[in-house]
Protein backbone atom coordinates (compact mmCIF):
# COMPACT_ATOMS: atom_id res chain seq x y z
CA UNK A 1 0.00 0.00 0.00
CA UNK A 2 2.56 2.46 0.74
CA UNK A 3 4.26 1.58 -2.43
CA UNK A 4 1.35 2.85 -4.24
CA UNK A 5 0.89 5.65 -2.37
CA UNK A 6 3.73 6.93 -3.60
CA UNK A 7 2.78 5.93 -6.87
CA UNK A 8 -0.54 8.26 -6.56
CA UNK A 9 1.72 11.20 -5.37
CA UNK A 10 3.35 11.04 -8.22
CA UNK A 11 -0.16 11.71 -10.25
CA UNK A 12 -2.78 13.40 -7.97
CA UNK A 13 -2.76 16.91 -7.06
CA UNK A 14 -4.78 17.95 -3.80
CA UNK A 15 -7.76 19.27 -6.16
CA UNK A 16 -7.23 15.96 -8.17
CA UNK A 17 -6.59 13.39 -4.99
CA UNK A 18 -10.21 12.07 -4.65
CA UNK A 19 -10.37 10.83 -8.11
CA UNK A 20 -7.14 8.71 -8.00
CA UNK A 21 -7.92 7.31 -4.27
CA UNK A 22 -10.96 5.99 -6.18
CA UNK A 23 -9.55 5.03 -9.18
CA UNK A 24 -7.31 3.11 -6.88
CA UNK A 25 -10.21 1.02 -5.45
CA UNK A 26 -11.35 0.32 -9.12
CA UNK A 27 -14.01 2.61 -9.65
CA UNK A 28 -14.12 5.54 -12.15
CA UNK A 29 -15.76 8.92 -10.89
CA UNK A 30 -16.72 11.86 -12.65
CA UNK A 31 -17.05 15.37 -11.79
CA UNK A 32 -21.05 16.40 -12.06
CA UNK A 33 -22.05 19.92 -11.45
CA UNK A 34 -25.21 20.28 -8.78
CA UNK A 35 -25.68 23.83 -10.08
CA UNK A 36 -26.03 23.57 -14.07
CA UNK A 37 -26.33 19.15 -13.29
CA UNK A 38 -23.78 18.84 -16.27
CA UNK A 39 -20.59 16.30 -16.06
CA UNK A 40 -17.56 17.99 -17.11
CA UNK A 41 -13.77 15.86 -17.73
CA UNK A 42 -11.44 16.32 -16.48
CA UNK A 43 -11.65 16.50 -12.73
CA UNK A 44 -11.89 19.96 -11.38
CA UNK A 45 -13.00 21.79 -8.32
CA UNK A 46 -15.02 24.58 -10.49
CA UNK A 47 -17.06 23.86 -12.95
CA UNK A 48 -16.01 24.56 -16.60
CA UNK A 49 -19.60 25.19 -17.92
CA UNK A 50 -20.73 27.29 -15.31
CA UNK A 51 -18.53 28.33 -12.93
CA UNK A 52 -20.12 26.75 -9.84
CA UNK A 53 -17.90 25.25 -7.06
CA UNK A 54 -20.33 22.75 -5.92
CA UNK A 55 -18.80 19.55 -7.66
CA UNK A 56 -19.77 16.17 -6.41
CA UNK A 57 -18.02 13.14 -7.47
CA UNK A 58 -20.30 10.18 -9.07
CA UNK A 59 -19.93 6.56 -10.18
CA UNK A 60 -19.83 6.70 -13.92
CA UNK A 61 -21.35 4.14 -15.60
CA UNK A 62 -18.42 2.51 -17.29
CA UNK A 63 -19.48 2.76 -20.93
CA UNK A 64 -19.49 4.69 -23.61
CA UNK A 65 -18.22 4.70 -27.49
CA UNK A 66 -15.22 5.83 -29.28
CA UNK A 67 -15.06 9.31 -30.46
CA UNK A 68 -11.91 9.27 -32.22
CA UNK A 69 -8.82 7.30 -32.33
CA UNK A 70 -4.99 6.43 -33.48
CA UNK A 71 -2.82 3.48 -33.30
CA UNK A 72 0.93 5.44 -32.58
CA UNK A 73 2.74 2.53 -35.16
CA UNK A 74 6.05 4.06 -34.48
CA UNK A 75 5.95 3.41 -30.67
CA UNK A 76 8.42 0.44 -29.26
CA UNK A 77 5.05 -1.38 -28.07
CA UNK A 78 2.05 0.60 -30.31
CA UNK A 79 -0.66 1.24 -28.55
CA UNK A 80 -4.10 2.75 -29.21
CA UNK A 81 -5.17 6.15 -27.74
CA UNK A 82 -8.91 7.60 -28.36
CA UNK A 83 -11.18 9.68 -26.51
CA UNK A 84 -14.08 8.13 -25.29
CA UNK A 85 -17.98 9.72 -25.17
CA UNK A 86 -19.00 8.51 -22.18
CA UNK A 87 -23.00 7.43 -21.42
CA UNK A 88 -22.69 10.20 -19.09
CA UNK A 89 -22.09 12.52 -22.09
CA UNK A 90 -18.79 14.03 -21.58
CA UNK A 91 -15.62 12.30 -23.31
CA UNK A 92 -12.03 11.54 -21.74
CA UNK A 93 -8.91 10.43 -23.26
CA UNK A 94 -7.74 6.94 -22.81
CA UNK A 95 -6.30 3.85 -24.38
CA UNK A 96 -8.61 1.23 -26.02
CA UNK A 97 -7.14 -2.54 -25.19
CA UNK A 98 -7.47 -5.87 -25.19
CA UNK A 99 -8.69 -6.06 -29.06
CA UNK A 100 -6.77 -6.15 -32.02
CA UNK A 101 -6.41 -2.58 -33.60
CA UNK A 102 -8.01 -3.07 -36.74
CA UNK A 103 -11.22 -3.93 -35.09
CA UNK A 104 -11.03 -0.34 -33.21
CA UNK A 105 -13.60 2.47 -34.92
CA UNK A 106 -15.61 5.33 -34.28
CA UNK A 107 -18.76 4.49 -32.60
CA UNK A 108 -17.65 0.86 -31.06
CA UNK A 109 -19.40 0.71 -27.98
CA UNK A 110 -16.81 0.34 -25.21
CA UNK A 111 -16.26 -0.58 -21.74
CA UNK A 112 -14.67 0.40 -18.79
CA UNK A 113 -10.98 -1.40 -17.27
CA UNK A 114 -8.77 -0.95 -15.21
CA UNK A 115 -4.78 -0.99 -15.79
CA UNK A 116 -2.03 -0.21 -13.74
CA UNK A 117 0.66 2.02 -14.89
CA UNK A 118 4.20 1.02 -15.34
CA UNK A 119 4.94 3.39 -11.86
CA UNK A 120 1.67 1.67 -10.16
CA UNK A 121 -1.02 4.16 -10.28
CA UNK A 122 -4.48 2.90 -12.00
CA UNK A 123 -5.90 4.10 -14.77
CA UNK A 124 -8.86 3.89 -16.68
CA UNK A 125 -8.98 2.26 -20.02
CA UNK A 126 -11.22 0.86 -22.44
CA UNK A 127 -12.46 -2.28 -24.26
CA UNK A 128 -14.41 -3.47 -26.68
CA UNK A 129 -17.91 -3.93 -24.91
CA UNK B 1 -9.09 50.83 -31.54
CA UNK B 2 -8.06 48.80 -34.58
CA UNK B 3 -4.88 48.00 -35.33
CA UNK B 4 -5.64 48.50 -39.22
CA UNK B 5 -3.09 50.20 -41.07
CA UNK B 6 -1.05 50.81 -37.82
CA UNK B 7 2.06 49.24 -38.19
CA UNK B 8 3.69 48.09 -41.22
CA UNK B 9 6.29 44.63 -41.43
CA UNK B 10 9.84 46.63 -42.24
CA UNK B 11 12.26 43.42 -41.88
CA UNK B 12 12.08 40.07 -42.33
CA UNK B 13 14.46 36.67 -42.40
CA UNK B 14 14.63 33.16 -42.32
CA UNK B 15 17.84 31.77 -41.24
CA UNK B 16 19.24 29.45 -44.39
CA UNK B 17 20.34 26.81 -41.84
CA UNK B 18 18.52 23.56 -41.40
CA UNK B 19 20.87 21.66 -38.71
CA UNK B 20 23.50 24.15 -36.58
CA UNK B 21 25.06 21.52 -34.43
CA UNK B 22 27.85 24.37 -33.80
CA UNK B 23 25.38 27.33 -33.25
CA UNK B 24 24.03 28.17 -29.88
CA UNK B 25 20.67 28.80 -29.58
CA UNK B 26 20.97 32.74 -28.05
CA UNK B 27 23.40 32.69 -31.64
CA UNK B 28 20.45 31.74 -33.86
CA UNK B 29 18.22 34.24 -32.09
CA UNK B 30 20.71 37.36 -32.79
CA UNK B 31 21.38 36.18 -36.24
CA UNK B 32 18.09 36.24 -37.46
CA UNK B 33 17.59 39.29 -35.31
CA UNK B 34 20.91 41.12 -37.34
CA UNK B 35 19.46 39.78 -40.62
CA UNK B 36 15.80 41.16 -40.09
CA UNK B 37 17.29 44.35 -39.28
CA UNK B 38 20.10 44.68 -42.24
CA UNK B 39 16.45 43.75 -44.56
CA UNK B 40 14.88 46.81 -43.31
CA UNK B 41 17.49 49.07 -43.11
CA UNK B 42 18.00 49.54 -39.41
CA UNK B 43 20.34 48.70 -36.55
CA UNK B 44 19.90 46.63 -33.27
CA UNK B 45 20.44 50.80 -31.75
CA UNK B 46 16.53 51.42 -33.36
CA UNK B 47 15.32 48.61 -31.59
CA UNK B 48 13.06 49.61 -29.26
CA UNK B 49 10.26 46.93 -28.20
CA UNK B 50 11.57 43.12 -28.16
CA UNK B 51 9.42 40.33 -28.38
CA UNK B 52 9.70 36.25 -28.58
CA UNK B 53 7.71 32.93 -26.83
CA UNK B 54 8.70 29.96 -25.67
CA UNK B 55 12.14 29.32 -27.74
CA UNK B 56 14.28 31.80 -26.52
CA UNK B 57 16.82 31.24 -24.20
CA UNK B 58 16.25 32.43 -20.66
CA UNK B 59 13.32 33.65 -18.62
CA UNK B 60 10.81 35.74 -21.01
CA UNK B 61 12.51 38.35 -22.65
CA UNK B 62 15.29 39.06 -20.61
CA UNK B 63 18.49 37.37 -21.68
CA UNK B 64 18.05 37.93 -25.38
CA UNK B 65 17.66 41.74 -24.38
CA UNK B 66 20.70 41.14 -22.23
CA UNK B 67 22.67 39.53 -25.09
CA UNK B 68 21.74 41.82 -27.75
CA UNK B 69 22.11 44.77 -25.59
CA UNK B 70 19.13 46.29 -26.43
CA UNK B 71 17.33 49.51 -24.82
CA UNK B 72 13.55 48.87 -25.01
CA UNK B 73 10.75 50.67 -23.62
CA UNK B 74 7.99 47.37 -24.51
CA UNK B 75 8.52 43.13 -24.13
CA UNK B 76 5.92 40.83 -24.83
CA UNK B 77 6.63 37.18 -24.36
CA UNK B 78 3.56 35.56 -25.11
CA UNK B 79 3.76 31.99 -25.58
CA UNK B 80 1.09 30.20 -27.56
CA UNK B 81 3.68 27.46 -29.02
CA UNK B 82 4.09 27.63 -32.91
CA UNK B 83 1.75 30.26 -33.32
CA UNK B 84 3.24 33.00 -31.02
CA UNK B 85 5.19 35.20 -33.67
CA UNK B 86 2.21 35.56 -35.52
CA UNK B 87 0.30 37.07 -32.29
CA UNK B 88 3.36 38.72 -31.44
CA UNK B 89 3.00 40.95 -34.47
CA UNK B 90 -0.07 42.08 -33.79
CA UNK B 91 0.56 42.87 -30.17
CA UNK B 92 3.34 44.79 -31.68
CA UNK B 93 0.82 46.76 -33.68
CA UNK B 94 -1.27 47.29 -31.09
CA UNK B 95 2.00 48.41 -28.83
CA UNK B 96 2.73 50.88 -31.44
CA UNK B 97 -0.61 52.54 -32.26
CA UNK B 98 -0.38 52.85 -28.42
CA UNK B 99 2.83 54.60 -28.84
CA UNK B 100 4.79 51.97 -26.67
CA UNK B 101 7.47 51.25 -28.76
CA UNK B 102 8.12 52.38 -33.13
CA UNK B 103 10.30 49.46 -33.95
CA UNK B 104 9.29 45.92 -32.87
CA UNK B 105 11.77 42.84 -32.92
CA UNK B 106 10.39 39.70 -32.88
CA UNK B 107 12.88 36.32 -32.97
CA UNK B 108 12.58 32.67 -33.24
CA UNK B 109 15.42 29.99 -33.44
CA UNK B 110 15.84 26.72 -32.05
CA UNK B 111 17.62 23.21 -32.16
CA UNK B 112 15.61 20.70 -32.18
CA UNK B 113 17.37 18.25 -35.12
CA UNK B 114 20.59 18.73 -33.71
CA UNK B 115 19.16 17.70 -29.98
CA UNK B 116 17.48 14.71 -31.66
CA UNK B 117 14.14 15.67 -30.25
CA UNK B 118 11.56 12.80 -31.20
CA UNK B 119 9.09 16.01 -31.67
CA UNK B 120 6.22 14.24 -33.05
CA UNK B 121 6.15 10.88 -31.15
CA UNK B 122 7.29 11.83 -28.07
CA UNK B 123 4.49 11.31 -25.30
CA UNK B 124 4.68 14.92 -22.84
CA UNK B 125 5.82 14.48 -19.37
CA UNK B 126 3.83 14.39 -16.68
CA UNK B 127 2.99 17.45 -14.29
CA UNK B 128 0.44 17.00 -11.48
CA UNK B 129 0.26 20.42 -11.09
CA UNK B 130 -0.66 21.53 -15.27
CA UNK B 131 -3.98 20.13 -14.42
CA UNK B 132 -4.31 18.04 -17.71
CA UNK B 133 -1.33 16.35 -18.32
CA UNK B 134 -2.36 13.23 -15.64
CA UNK B 135 -5.44 12.67 -17.02
CA UNK B 136 -3.58 12.74 -20.25
CA UNK B 137 0.11 11.84 -20.23
CA UNK B 138 -0.69 8.07 -19.12
CA UNK B 139 -2.17 7.12 -22.22
CA UNK B 140 0.76 8.45 -24.69
CA UNK B 141 -0.35 11.03 -26.57
CA UNK B 142 2.27 12.56 -28.65
CA UNK B 143 1.45 15.19 -31.88
CA UNK B 144 1.14 12.72 -34.20
CA UNK B 145 -1.38 10.62 -32.71
CA UNK B 146 -2.96 13.58 -31.48
CA UNK B 147 -3.09 15.16 -35.15
CA UNK B 148 -4.24 11.41 -36.04
CA UNK B 149 -7.11 11.74 -34.06
CA UNK B 150 -8.57 15.16 -35.77
CA UNK B 151 -7.81 13.60 -39.05
CA UNK B 152 -9.62 10.02 -38.29
CA UNK B 153 -12.45 12.34 -37.01
CA UNK B 154 -12.66 14.47 -40.18
CA UNK B 155 -12.60 11.02 -42.34
CA UNK B 156 -15.78 10.33 -40.67
CA UNK B 157 -17.42 12.88 -40.63
CA UNK B 158 -17.02 14.70 -43.98
CA UNK B 159 -15.89 11.42 -45.73
CA UNK B 160 -11.96 13.44 -46.31
CA UNK B 161 -9.23 10.63 -47.46
CA UNK B 162 -5.76 10.20 -46.98
CA UNK B 163 -5.31 10.62 -50.66
CA UNK B 164 -6.94 14.24 -50.33
CA UNK B 165 -4.65 14.92 -47.47
CA UNK B 166 -1.48 14.05 -49.21
CA UNK B 167 -2.49 16.36 -52.11
CA UNK B 168 -1.03 18.80 -49.43
CA UNK B 169 2.42 17.90 -48.75
CA UNK B 170 2.46 17.15 -53.00
CA UNK B 171 1.33 20.87 -53.34
CA UNK B 172 4.07 21.70 -50.91
CA UNK B 173 6.53 19.85 -52.91
CA UNK B 174 5.96 21.05 -55.79
CA UNK B 175 6.71 24.75 -54.23
CA UNK B 176 10.38 23.34 -52.26
CA UNK B 177 11.93 22.42 -55.10
CA UNK B 178 12.68 25.80 -56.05
CA UNK B 179 13.54 26.33 -52.61
CA UNK B 180 17.56 25.53 -52.38
CA UNK B 181 17.25 26.36 -48.76
CA UNK B 182 14.35 23.21 -48.17
CA UNK B 183 15.21 19.96 -46.32
CA UNK B 184 13.13 17.88 -48.59
CA UNK B 185 13.28 19.04 -52.56
CA UNK B 186 12.21 16.43 -53.90
CA UNK B 187 8.95 16.64 -55.94
CA UNK B 188 6.15 13.84 -54.50
CA UNK B 189 3.20 12.35 -55.86
CA UNK B 190 -0.08 11.22 -53.42
CA UNK B 191 1.11 7.65 -54.20
CA UNK B 192 4.71 8.77 -52.08
CA UNK B 193 2.63 9.83 -49.44
CA UNK B 194 0.93 6.79 -48.87
CA UNK B 195 3.18 4.47 -49.18
CA UNK B 196 5.58 6.40 -46.45
CA UNK B 197 5.39 4.37 -43.38
CA UNK B 198 2.30 4.97 -40.85
CA UNK B 199 3.50 7.41 -38.27
CA UNK B 200 -0.26 7.66 -36.24
CA UNK B 201 -3.18 6.63 -38.04
CA UNK B 202 -3.99 7.89 -40.53
CA UNK B 203 -0.96 10.00 -40.73
CA UNK B 204 1.85 8.86 -42.74
CA UNK B 205 5.37 9.91 -42.43
CA UNK B 206 4.82 12.34 -45.71
CA UNK B 207 2.11 14.05 -43.60
CA UNK B 208 4.05 15.15 -40.83
CA UNK B 209 6.50 18.39 -41.37
CA UNK B 210 10.26 18.12 -40.85
CA UNK B 211 12.43 18.24 -38.20
CA UNK B 212 14.93 21.60 -38.60
CA UNK B 213 17.40 23.74 -36.60
CA UNK B 214 17.42 27.35 -37.79
CA UNK B 215 15.23 30.21 -37.26
CA UNK B 216 13.61 33.67 -38.33
CA UNK B 217 12.84 37.59 -37.19
CA UNK B 218 10.66 40.30 -38.65
CA UNK B 219 10.67 43.66 -37.68
CA UNK B 220 7.36 45.46 -37.13
CA UNK B 221 7.39 49.29 -37.52
CA UNK B 222 5.13 52.47 -37.31
CA UNK B 223 3.91 53.64 -40.28
CA UNK B 224 6.24 57.01 -40.94
CA UNK B 225 9.51 54.82 -40.46
CA UNK B 226 8.35 52.37 -42.95
CA UNK B 227 7.82 54.61 -45.28
CA UNK B 228 11.64 56.48 -44.28
CA UNK B 229 12.88 53.03 -45.33
CA UNK B 230 13.61 51.47 -48.80
CA UNK B 231 11.59 47.93 -48.57
CA UNK B 232 8.53 47.59 -50.22
CA UNK B 233 5.19 48.51 -47.61
CA UNK B 234 3.69 45.74 -46.33
CA UNK B 235 1.18 46.69 -44.03
CA UNK B 236 -0.92 44.80 -41.31
CA UNK B 237 -4.13 45.25 -41.61
CA UNK B 238 -6.33 42.56 -40.26
CA UNK B 239 -5.15 40.21 -37.00
CA UNK B 240 -6.87 37.98 -34.94
CA UNK B 241 -5.93 34.97 -31.63
CA UNK B 242 -8.04 32.35 -30.01
CA UNK B 243 -7.47 29.78 -27.49
CA UNK B 244 -9.59 26.68 -27.68
CA UNK B 245 -9.45 23.33 -25.60
CA UNK B 246 -11.36 20.25 -25.14
CA UNK B 247 -14.32 22.50 -24.08
CA UNK B 248 -15.15 21.46 -20.28
CA UNK B 249 -15.35 17.48 -22.08
CA UNK B 250 -17.42 18.24 -25.43
CA UNK B 251 -14.54 17.73 -27.46
CA UNK B 252 -15.28 18.67 -30.88
CA UNK B 253 -12.21 17.76 -32.94
CA UNK B 254 -13.69 19.04 -36.54
CA UNK B 255 -13.20 22.32 -35.95
CA UNK B 256 -10.18 24.57 -34.84
CA UNK B 257 -9.96 28.38 -32.89
CA UNK B 258 -9.28 29.48 -36.61
CA UNK B 259 -12.64 29.87 -36.89
CA UNK B 260 -12.79 33.15 -34.64
CA UNK B 261 -9.40 33.67 -35.24
CA UNK B 262 -9.47 34.18 -38.97
CA UNK B 263 -13.39 35.63 -38.70
CA UNK B 264 -12.32 38.52 -36.84
CA UNK B 265 -8.60 39.11 -38.37
CA UNK B 266 -11.10 39.12 -42.00
CA UNK B 267 -13.27 41.31 -40.30
CA UNK B 268 -11.03 44.04 -38.92
CA UNK B 269 -9.11 44.27 -42.56
CA UNK B 270 -12.81 44.63 -44.31
CA UNK B 271 -11.55 41.73 -46.99
CA UNK B 272 -13.05 38.18 -47.36
CA UNK B 273 -11.28 34.49 -47.98
CA UNK B 274 -11.83 35.30 -51.61
CA UNK B 275 -9.84 38.25 -51.79
CA UNK B 276 -7.17 36.61 -50.55
CA UNK B 277 -3.97 35.80 -53.54
CA UNK B 278 -1.40 33.95 -51.20
CA UNK B 279 -1.85 32.21 -47.81
CA UNK B 280 0.66 30.49 -45.54
CA UNK B 281 -1.34 28.40 -43.94
CA UNK B 282 0.53 26.30 -40.56
CA UNK B 283 1.50 23.01 -41.97
CA UNK B 284 2.80 20.83 -39.06
CA UNK B 285 1.00 17.74 -40.18
CA UNK B 286 -1.26 17.98 -43.60
CA UNK B 287 -4.69 17.84 -41.74
CA UNK B 288 -3.79 20.99 -39.75
CA UNK B 289 -4.04 22.64 -43.15
CA UNK B 290 -7.00 21.35 -44.09
CA UNK B 291 -9.04 22.16 -41.27
CA UNK B 292 -7.71 25.77 -40.86
CA UNK B 293 -8.82 26.43 -44.49
CA UNK B 294 -12.22 25.46 -43.65
CA UNK B 295 -12.16 27.18 -40.48
CA UNK B 296 -11.19 30.35 -42.23
CA UNK B 297 -13.72 30.24 -44.27
CA UNK B 298 -11.68 29.62 -48.00
CA UNK B 299 -14.37 26.47 -48.16
CA UNK B 300 -17.34 25.28 -46.23
CA UNK B 301 -16.67 22.79 -43.51
CA UNK B 302 -16.15 19.66 -44.28
CA UNK B 303 -15.28 20.27 -48.01
CA UNK B 304 -11.48 20.76 -47.30
CA UNK B 305 -10.65 17.35 -48.95
CA UNK B 306 -12.22 18.71 -51.94
CA UNK B 307 -10.92 21.64 -52.03
CA UNK B 308 -7.07 21.06 -51.51
CA UNK B 309 -7.08 18.37 -54.25
CA UNK B 310 -5.77 18.07 -57.60
CA UNK B 311 -3.22 21.04 -56.75
CA UNK B 312 -5.64 23.69 -56.13
CA UNK B 313 -2.97 24.90 -53.51
CA UNK B 314 0.12 25.14 -56.50
CA UNK B 315 0.75 28.13 -57.40
CA UNK B 316 -0.33 28.50 -60.68
CA UNK B 317 -1.71 25.55 -61.17
CA UNK B 318 -4.78 25.92 -58.22
CA UNK B 319 -6.84 28.61 -57.03
CA UNK B 320 -4.91 29.14 -53.46
CA UNK B 321 -0.95 29.17 -53.73
CA UNK B 322 0.27 28.08 -50.43
CA UNK B 323 3.36 27.76 -48.47
CA UNK B 324 5.39 28.82 -51.35
CA UNK B 325 8.50 28.22 -49.70
CA UNK B 326 7.50 24.54 -49.56
CA UNK B 327 6.70 25.56 -45.79
CA UNK B 328 6.64 23.08 -42.21
CA UNK B 329 6.08 19.74 -44.81
CA UNK B 330 9.21 20.26 -46.70
CA UNK B 331 10.96 23.36 -46.02
CA UNK B 332 11.79 24.01 -42.30
CA UNK B 333 10.41 23.88 -39.12
CA UNK B 334 12.38 25.75 -36.87
CA UNK B 335 12.36 25.02 -33.16
CA UNK B 336 9.21 22.90 -34.04
CA UNK B 337 7.33 26.10 -34.08
CA UNK B 338 6.09 27.22 -37.89
CA UNK B 339 4.51 30.49 -36.87
CA UNK B 340 7.58 32.76 -38.02
CA UNK B 341 8.29 31.15 -41.56
CA UNK B 342 4.87 31.44 -42.69
CA UNK B 343 4.98 35.32 -41.84
CA UNK B 344 8.16 35.32 -43.39
CA UNK B 345 6.86 33.64 -46.83
CA UNK B 346 3.91 36.01 -46.68
CA UNK B 347 6.26 39.09 -46.80
CA UNK B 348 8.11 37.83 -48.97
CA UNK B 349 5.05 36.28 -51.99
CA UNK B 350 4.02 40.55 -50.77
CA UNK B 351 6.90 42.32 -51.65
CA UNK B 352 7.48 40.26 -55.11
CA UNK B 353 10.56 38.15 -53.62
CA UNK B 354 9.59 34.63 -54.08
CA UNK B 355 11.12 32.32 -55.84
CA UNK B 356 9.98 32.98 -59.69
CA UNK B 357 8.51 30.14 -60.20
CA UNK B 358 6.01 30.21 -57.08
CA UNK B 359 5.60 33.96 -57.31
CA UNK B 360 1.80 35.00 -57.56
CA UNK B 361 1.39 37.81 -60.24
CA UNK B 362 0.71 41.17 -58.01
CA UNK B 363 0.38 40.10 -54.74
CA UNK B 364 -0.91 42.91 -52.90
CA UNK B 365 -3.34 40.62 -50.62
CA UNK B 366 -2.12 37.38 -48.47
CA UNK B 367 -3.13 35.76 -45.21
CA UNK B 368 -0.52 33.50 -42.45
CA UNK B 369 -2.08 31.27 -40.45
CA UNK B 370 -0.59 29.60 -37.39
CA UNK B 371 -1.32 26.99 -34.78
CA UNK B 372 0.33 26.05 -31.30
CA UNK B 373 -0.06 23.54 -28.75
CA UNK B 374 -2.06 20.95 -30.57
CA UNK B 375 -5.37 20.59 -32.03
CA UNK B 376 -5.91 17.36 -30.70
CA UNK B 377 -6.07 19.16 -27.08
CA UNK B 378 -5.64 22.43 -26.39
CA UNK B 379 -4.30 25.06 -29.06
CA UNK B 380 -4.17 28.52 -29.99
CA UNK B 381 -4.83 29.75 -33.45
CA UNK B 382 -3.37 33.07 -35.17
CA UNK B 383 -4.29 35.21 -38.14
CA UNK B 384 -2.27 37.93 -40.11
CA UNK B 385 -3.85 39.66 -42.93
CA UNK B 386 -1.14 41.45 -44.71
CA UNK B 387 -1.60 44.04 -47.73
CA UNK B 388 0.91 45.48 -49.93
CA UNK B 389 0.52 49.39 -50.19
Not at chain 1, 14 to 34: N, Q, S
Not at chain 2, 57 to 67: A, F, K, L, Q, R
Not at chain 2, 125 to 136: R, Y
Request: hydrophobic share 40%.
Amino acid sequence: MAVKNEALARIANPETKVFWEAAARGGLRLPKCTSCGRFHWYPRRICPHCGSTTIEMHAAKGTGEVYSYSIMRRAKVPYAIAYVRLTEGTTMMTNVVDCDFDDIQIGMPVKLVFRDSPEGYPLPMFTKA
Amino acid sequence: MSIKGRAYIAGAYEHPTRKAPDSSLAQLHAEVALGALADAGLTLRDVDGYFCAGDAPGMGPMSMVDYLNLKVRHVDATDTGGTSYLIHVSHAAQAIAAGKCDVALVTLAGRPRSEGQATGTAVRPLNPNQPDTAFESPFGPALANMYGMVARRHMHEFGTTSEQLAWIKVAASHHAQYNPHAMLRDVVTVEDVLNSPMIADPLHRLDCCVISDGGGAVVVVRPEIARSLKRPLVKVIGAGESVKGQLGGDVDLTYTGAASSGAAAFEEAGVKPSDIQYASIYDSFTITVLVQLEDLGFCAKGQGGRFVADGNLISGVGKLPFNTDGGGLCNNHPANRGGMTKIIEAVRQLRGEAHPKVQVRDCRLALAQGTGGSLGTRHANATLILERE
